[in-house]
């Protein structure tokens, strides 16, 4: 079955920490990927996908991700956090032209000022 | 542009009751998705649909019924609210295979 791993449940930093959150998934063809974003209290909004091209991706407040495929990996990078990036982290993946989303658990991130 | 909009915001039902949650999207999108989202065990896909008249059953679909009887509504239906049911409901549109989701707010369900 298609699965999507977020190996950090939870991640600690202190703000001007550089920030990865990993994710792979388990499919052999063509994916399209994304990581969302939830604000305490909100709902999920894109911070950035991929679907096709140049295989790192920039999105919103300076959050970056590279697709590898060999890996089956679409990392989640930030050079320097900031206290306002607390929140959760989800990675998705959609498979082919499978029309569902298949969701990581998520990893919670906090940053201390 | 509202973009997608779920009413209501909050609701506590007592077991046993039942209740119907709204999805609407004006951005004429032909996929519409019901999730769940508990701690610790992220978005679960409860029902979706593929176009106005369709509906699919997701992960976990026991106890829940949709329709969609048009394309910028999507209703999920508690027949007999349970306290497993107590969870935040978010609901999403989507225009083709090579887009990103739109969220609605969420519903923040508590059943007693």
């Known amino acids: 079955a298609q699965s999507v791993s977020q190996h950090n449940h939870h991640v600690i930093l202190s703000e001007a920490a550089s920030l990865e959150l990993g994710c792979n998934y388990s499919y052999g063809g063509t994916v399209n990927l994304f990581w969302y974003v939830q604000y305490p209290g909100q709902h999920l909004q894109l911070l950035l996908k991929y679907f096709s091209g140049d295989p790192l991706v920039k999105g919103i407040k300076g959050f970056e991700a590279e697709f590898i495929k060999s890996k089956f990996s679409f990392n989640l990078r930030k050079p320097s956090v900031q206290w306002s990036d607390t929140a959760e982290y989800f990675c998705a993946v959609m498979a082919g032209n499978n029309r569902k989303l298949i969701w990581g658990l998520g990893t919670s991130l906090a940053v201390n000022p | ?112």
């Not at chain 2, 909009?5 to 039902?13: A, E, G, S, Y």
């Not at chain 2, 699919?56 to 829940?64: I, N, R």
């Open chain 2, 1 to 112: 542009n509202a973009g997608v909009t779920q009413t209501p915001k909050f609701r506590v039902l007592k077991t046993g009751q039942s209740m119907t949650l709204l999805c609407a999207q004006d951005m004429n999108h032909e996929y519409m998705y019901w999730y769940r989202q508990d701690p610790g065990m992220g978005l679960r896909l409860i029902h979706y649909s593929v176009g106005e008249g369709t509906t699919a059953k997701g992960e976990v679909p026991d106890g829940y019924n949709v329709s969609r009887l048009k394309k910028q509504n999507f209703l999920l239906g508690l027949e007999s609210a349970a306290p497993s049911q107590t969870s935040v409901y978010f609901c999403a549109s989507l225009w083709r295979t090579n887009s990103p989701l739109h969220f609605g707010n969420g519903t923040r369900l508590t059943v007693t």
